[in-house]
């Protein structure tokens, strides 16, 4: 089956007592058992439920992935990747990540014992002068969060198993309709499915997928035993969007397209960060290893942190808020919402100034959005 088709079909077979088309919701924290330490296939929701397996199964398709795994949230889904390492082993990031990913991994695992270093992995010489001896996994994004910067998951695969080392993806901003890590060699792919595979805006949720059958087992070990699983509700609501995203994801990239463009011809604005442009410097590779661009785009505008906050206030249809990946448009200002967990030093060393603006551009029509940002520059200008 296609990519449309698995997003339809795949674990979702007409329910066997009624015929029902819908996945049911199984909104049940135990399963009735017929006989002492026998059951029919689920003892427990924490451990399995019949609407997770469905999405899981759907998203592992989706991403050509022979497991997957639905999490509570997409940090939830991070931190229980890190229960593969024990104290003293090395992480290596991408230095422009999330502002989640980056306290967590920060703030909370160091105290475990856990080390990171964060290097340029769109830099392949840099990447590979940060590895250690008592590293053990490479963590990156691809575009990165906030700065889109593309690195090349091939030849970080490559590189990564030569050396014994794991590859875990966060593969949010892509979504597997334009970006399927793992067939690039990567071991572990990771969504925060808040983003575009729910893509309403309406469930928080997390997603890891693996091809390396001992790994499974022990994230599938770890899931359980931490309890950072996904309800049968929240599974239920991203398995109706995941439906929908071949459609939704080229309408977030035609619309990002179009806004690119408009921004990187406006007085007002210093410079437009997609993917989807010639002038980005990973357009190139973006083009070879996925399918697509992308509906976020960064920005610097032409003034000071006044000028962004004028600029962020004056929209009306880009609804200022954290997150991405919904139907409908939002933006925001990373250095002081996404970001600000990451320390001031940091932010400016990767370009995250007072002047930046993120874009996460929906699926209206395209003329509204232009529109709406335009007069949001022209208040900027003049308040």
């Not at 139907?327 to 400016?348: D, F, G, Q």
Request: aromatic residues 8%; charged residues 20%; glycine residues 8%.
């Amino acid at each position: 089956m296609r990519f449309s088709t698995k997003a339809i079909h795949v674990g979702q077979e007409p329910e066997a007592t009624t015929g029902a088309v819908v996945v049911p919701i199984f909104q049940t924290s135990t399963y009735a058992q017929p006989d002492v330490g026998v059951h029919k296939g689920h003892e427990y929701s924490r451990t399995s439920n019949p609407t997770r397996d469905a999405y899981q199964a759907c998203i592992a398709a989706l991403e050509n992935a022979r497991h997957g795994y639905a999490f509570g949230s997409g940090m939830g889904a991070i931190s229980t990747i890190m229960t593969l390492f024990k104290a003293g082993d090395h992480i290596l990031s991408s230095d422009d990540v999330y502002g989640g990913t980056f306290r967590v991994f920060d703030k909370v695992f160091r105290n475990f014992g856990l080390d990171y270093s964060f290097a340029d992995t769109s830099d392949l010489d840099a990447l590979a002068a940060a590895i250690r001896p008592e590293t053990r996994m490479v963590w990156i994004e691809s575009p990165t969060n906030p700065m889109l910067k593309i690195s090349d998951i091939a030849a970080i695969a490559d590189l990564c198993h030569r050396k014994g080392l794991l590859l875990g993806v966060d593969n949010t901003f892509m979504s597997p309709y334009f970006q399927r890590p793992l067939e690039l060699g990567a071991d572990l792919v990771m969504h925060s499915s808040t983003k575009y595979l729910g893509g309403h805006s309406d469930v928080v949720g997390g997603v890891v997928c693996t091809n390396h059958d001992q790994v499974a087992e022990r994230i599938k070990f770890s899931q359980n035993a931490m309890g950072a699983v996904m309800g049968p509700f929240d599974a239920w609501l991203t398995l109706r969007g995941l439906k929908t995203l071949a459609l939704r994801m080229e309408r977030h990239q035609k619309n990002a397209l179009a806004v690119a463009r408009f921004l990187e011809a406006h007085d007002d604005v210093r410079e437009v960060i997609y993917p989807g442009l010639e002038s980005h410097p990973g357009h190139a590779l973006q083009a070879r290893q996925a399918h697509g661009f992308g509906g976020m785009i960064s920005l610097r505008l032409k003034g000071d942190l006044e000028a962004a906050r004028r600029f962020c206030r004056s929209t009306k249809l880009f609804f200022l808020a954290e997150s991405l990946g919904g139907v409908e448009s939002l933006l925001e200002h990373p250095a002081i919402m996404t970001h600000a967990s990451v320390p001031a030093e940091t932010r400016a060393a990767l370009g995250i100034t007072d002047d930046f603006v993120r874009l996460s551009v929906g699926i209206e029509d395209e003329n509204d959005l232009i529109e709406d940002l335009g007069q949001a520059l022209a208040a900027m200008r003049h308040p």
